[in-house]
DNA sequence: CGTATGACGAGCC
DNA sequence: AGGCTCGCCATAC
Protein backbone atom coordinates (compact mmCIF):
# COMPACT_ATOMS: atom_id res chain seq x y z
CA UNK A 1 0.00 0.00 0.00
CA UNK A 2 2.52 2.08 0.94
CA UNK A 3 3.80 3.97 -2.17
CA UNK A 4 7.70 4.00 -1.22
CA UNK A 5 6.46 6.92 1.23
CA UNK A 6 5.67 7.00 4.76
CA UNK A 7 3.44 9.93 3.68
CA UNK A 8 1.03 7.27 1.84
CA UNK A 9 1.07 5.27 5.04
CA UNK A 10 0.52 8.31 7.54
CA UNK A 11 -2.62 8.71 5.03
CA UNK A 12 -3.87 5.13 4.73
CA UNK A 13 -4.10 5.65 8.65
CA UNK A 14 -6.24 8.40 8.74
CA UNK A 15 -8.36 7.33 5.65
CA UNK A 16 -9.17 4.48 8.37
CA UNK A 17 -10.25 6.97 11.22
CA UNK A 18 -14.50 6.32 11.23
CA UNK A 19 -16.56 9.21 10.64
CA UNK A 20 -17.45 11.06 13.93
CA UNK A 21 -14.60 9.95 15.34
CA UNK A 22 -11.42 12.17 15.92
CA UNK A 23 -7.12 11.13 16.13
CA UNK A 24 -4.51 13.13 17.88
CA UNK A 25 -1.52 13.20 15.77
CA UNK A 26 0.40 11.45 18.06
CA UNK A 27 -2.04 8.94 17.72
CA UNK A 28 -2.04 8.84 13.82
CA UNK A 29 1.97 8.60 14.08
CA UNK A 30 1.79 5.57 16.50
CA UNK A 31 -0.34 3.54 14.46
CA UNK A 32 1.34 4.86 10.82
CA UNK A 33 4.74 3.63 12.50
CA UNK A 34 6.31 6.79 13.91
CA UNK A 35 6.25 6.95 17.58
CA UNK A 36 7.84 9.94 17.48
CA UNK A 37 6.19 12.00 14.34
CA UNK A 38 3.61 13.92 15.37
CA UNK A 39 5.28 16.57 13.50
CA UNK A 40 5.43 14.30 10.44
CA UNK A 41 2.05 14.20 10.44
CA UNK A 42 1.24 17.82 10.41
CA UNK A 43 3.41 18.23 7.93
CA UNK A 44 2.19 15.21 5.72
CA UNK A 45 -1.55 16.43 5.76
CA UNK A 46 -0.17 20.09 5.52
CA UNK A 47 0.88 18.86 1.64
CA UNK A 48 -2.57 17.21 0.80
CA UNK A 49 -4.27 18.79 -1.92
CA UNK A 50 -8.16 20.15 -1.24
CA UNK A 51 -9.27 17.45 -3.62
CA UNK A 52 -8.01 14.54 -1.63
CA UNK A 53 -10.01 11.71 -0.22
CA UNK A 54 -8.06 12.11 3.51
CA UNK A 55 -9.99 12.49 6.23
CA UNK A 56 -7.70 15.17 7.48
CA UNK A 57 -10.16 17.76 9.63
CA UNK A 58 -10.38 14.18 11.75
CA UNK A 59 -6.85 14.83 13.31
CA UNK A 60 -6.45 17.04 15.80
CA UNK A 61 -4.02 17.74 18.50
CA UNK A 62 -3.21 16.21 22.13
CA UNK A 63 -5.50 18.43 23.72
CA UNK A 64 -8.62 18.29 21.60
CA UNK A 65 -7.77 21.73 19.55
CA UNK A 66 -7.27 22.27 16.34
CA UNK A 67 -3.95 23.35 15.35
CA UNK A 68 -4.60 25.35 12.23
CA UNK A 69 -4.89 28.80 12.34
CA UNK A 70 -8.87 29.66 11.71
CA UNK A 71 -7.99 31.48 8.38
CA UNK A 72 -5.81 29.26 6.90
CA UNK A 73 -8.68 26.75 7.41
CA UNK A 74 -8.87 25.49 10.82
CA UNK A 75 -12.39 27.20 11.01
CA UNK A 76 -13.60 24.85 7.67
CA UNK A 77 -11.83 21.84 9.91
CA UNK A 78 -14.28 22.91 12.87
CA UNK A 79 -17.57 22.94 10.69
CA UNK A 80 -16.37 19.31 9.03
CA UNK A 81 -16.53 17.85 12.32
CA UNK A 82 -19.49 19.46 13.75
CA UNK A 83 -21.01 17.95 10.47
CA UNK A 84 -20.32 14.57 11.14
CA UNK A 85 -21.91 14.97 15.04
CA UNK A 86 -18.49 15.93 16.79
CA UNK A 87 -19.32 18.03 19.80
CA UNK A 88 -17.23 21.31 20.35
CA UNK A 89 -17.18 22.24 24.17
CA UNK A 90 -17.07 26.02 25.31
CA UNK A 91 -13.56 26.29 25.08
CA UNK A 92 -13.78 25.39 21.15
CA UNK A 93 -12.21 21.93 21.98
CA UNK A 94 -13.64 18.43 21.16
CA UNK A 95 -14.06 15.63 24.13
CA UNK A 96 -11.28 13.58 23.41
CA UNK A 97 -12.85 11.05 25.70
CA UNK A 98 -15.94 10.71 24.22
CA UNK A 99 -14.77 11.33 20.47
CA UNK A 100 -11.49 9.99 20.07
CA UNK A 101 -10.83 6.99 17.60
CA UNK A 102 -10.20 4.08 19.14
CA UNK A 103 -7.59 2.70 16.92
CA UNK A 104 -7.79 0.00 13.96
C1' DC B 1 24.82 17.00 0.75
C1' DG B 2 23.78 20.22 4.72
C1' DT B 3 20.50 23.36 6.87
C1' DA B 4 15.95 24.78 8.18
C1' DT B 5 11.28 23.78 8.86
C1' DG B 6 6.75 22.12 10.70
C1' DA B 7 -1.49 21.32 10.98
C1' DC B 8 3.07 18.12 17.56
C1' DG B 9 4.05 16.64 22.45
C1' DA B 10 5.56 16.93 26.88
C1' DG B 11 8.12 19.39 30.21
C1' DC B 12 9.87 23.59 32.48
C1' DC B 13 9.86 28.46 33.95
C1' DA C 1 -2.47 29.63 34.57
C1' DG C 2 -0.15 30.64 30.63
C1' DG C 3 3.73 30.88 27.76
C1' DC C 4 8.30 29.25 26.12
C1' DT C 5 11.85 25.77 24.94
C1' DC C 6 13.61 21.33 23.60
C1' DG C 7 13.20 17.01 21.35
C1' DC C 8 11.69 14.01 17.13
C1' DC C 9 12.06 12.68 12.36
C1' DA C 10 11.09 12.92 7.41
C1' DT C 11 10.55 16.34 3.77
C1' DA C 12 11.75 20.62 1.30
C1' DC C 13 15.14 23.86 -0.57
Redesign the pocket.
Known amino acids: MAAG???AVIFDTVRAIPKGRVA???QVALIAG?P????????A????SEGTDVP??R?I???GRI??HPQF?GLL?QELLEAEGVAFGPDGGVSLEGFRWQGP
Open positions: SLYTYGLRGARLVGYLHTLWHVNARSLGQ
